[in-house]
């Protein structure tokens, strides 16, 4: 009776040992094993015959906003200016950028991603009121457009050449050139805003640190009294001056010593300022070219400097500041005169345009621009 009572409990315990171990817990403890509880969670993939495993399919991307041919698509920006149209199943792109002029147009197809114009393929991606387009493998943003017939003009603002009122405008090679006879000029990158407003980012050239008239020798065609002597204007010192006698003309001709190249000035003027003044440039003190002039100057005092660009770098020994005429009764007066080889800027211009003529707007000044 004994035995057979041991047996049974020993069978029980048995029982009881194997119920846990199928069950993964830990008779110990109570707790999942967690060897276990992985291999209920994440199975081995290669122990799922693979025609039961269910397809992972990329996500796709999905857009409740409009397709691409529903809308007109431009682009006026920064170095950069483009069309995009739709009509039936034609489809037409214009796009001046990097100083190439592109003109796409024919048979549309639009597919996943692809918009093929003619054999050209084009990606795309529309997102709200932007669509992305990537052409030649760079990526250009429009924007949807109510009018494209007025998207056109920016096109044809950049890709041509204008001339007019002693002002020459050009676009070559993702760079802007802005010339005015005898005044101002820039080059560099350009921005075009909404169409109307068109600047050109004048990028650095050369050294446009050193001040190259530091230092040099000045002479002058008069003096008020000898007190104020032209050194006083270049020897880096703002509290000292330089004035010459009441009368126009006067000139002021520095000697930088040596043939330097210089392309820009800042004027320093005291209150009895220059209104009208120009900057000559000579190699052999005798022979001289004008490289730049400003009218009506009323700007004063050492914190309201008058920068002017020449009309290009010029390489010089000679430089003359010609004072044409005063805005005071007083004589011509400066603080300091500097001499750059260059100083970056920017020229920003008001643009009216009608296909074959622009209105410039710069300064304050309007110039009649037509295409060349």
Not at 54 to 64: G, I, K, L, Q, Y
Request: hydrophobic share 35%; glycine share 10%; with cysteine.
């Amino acid at each position: 009776m004994m035995k057979q009572t041991v047996s049974r409990f020993l069978a029980l315990l048995l029982s009881l040992a194997l119920f846990a171990s199928c069950s993964g817990k830990d008779p110990d403890s109570g707790t999942q094993d967690p060897s276990f509880a992985e291999a209920e969670t994440e199975p081995d993939a290669g122990s799922v015959p693979e025609e039961s495993r269910p397809e992972t399919a990329p996500a796709a991307f999905v857009s409740d906003y409009p397709k691409l041919t529903d809308y007109s698509w431009s682009l006026t920006g920064s170095d950069a200016v483009g069309v995009l149209t739709f009509s039936g199943g034609e489809a037409e792109l214009l796009l001046c950028a990097d100083g190439q002029n592109m003109k796409l147009s024919g048979s549309a197809t639009v597919g996943d991603k692809i918009l093929t114009i003619g054999d050209t393929k084009i990606g795309w991606a529309v997102l709200a009121s932007f669509c992305r387009l990537t052409v030649d493998g760079v990526g250009y943003s429009f924007m949807k457009c109510d009018d494209p017939d007025a998207a056109r003009g920016p096109i044809e603002l950049i890709a041509n050449t204008w001339k007019g009122d002693g002002v020459t405008l050009s676009f070559e090679g993702g760079t802007a050139r802005l010339t005015v006879e005898g005044g101002r000029s820039a080059a560099g990158s350009w921005e075009l805003t909404a169409g109307k407003t068109l600047t050109i980012l004048d990028d650095a050239r050369g050294n446009s640190t050193e001040n190259l008239a530091l230092g040099s020798t000045a002479t002058s065609s008069s003096v008020e009294t000898p007190d104020f002597p032209p050194k006083l204007a270049v020897d880096g010192d703002f509290g000292t001056r330089f004035s010459s006698e009441y009368i126009d003309p006067s000139w002021v001709l520095l000697d930088l010593g040596k043939e330097k190249t210089v392309g820009a000035a800042v004027v320093y003027f005291e209150v009895a300022c220059s209104a009208d003044f120009s900057f000559e440039v000579s190699s052999d003190g005798k022979t001289f070219t004008e490289a730049a002039s400003v009218t009506g100057n009323t700007s004063s005092g050492v914190e309201n400097p008058v920068t002017v660009l020449f009309d290009k770098p010029y390489d010089c020994r000679y430089v003359r500041f010609n004072g044409l005429s005063r805005a005071t009764s007083w004589g011509h007066s400066i603080y300091e005169l500097e001499l750059y080889e260059y100083i970056p800027g920017s020229a920003e211009c008001g643009i009216e345009f009608d296909g074959e003529k622009i209105n410039l707007t710069m300064d304050g000044k309007v110039y009649a621009l037509t295409k060349q």
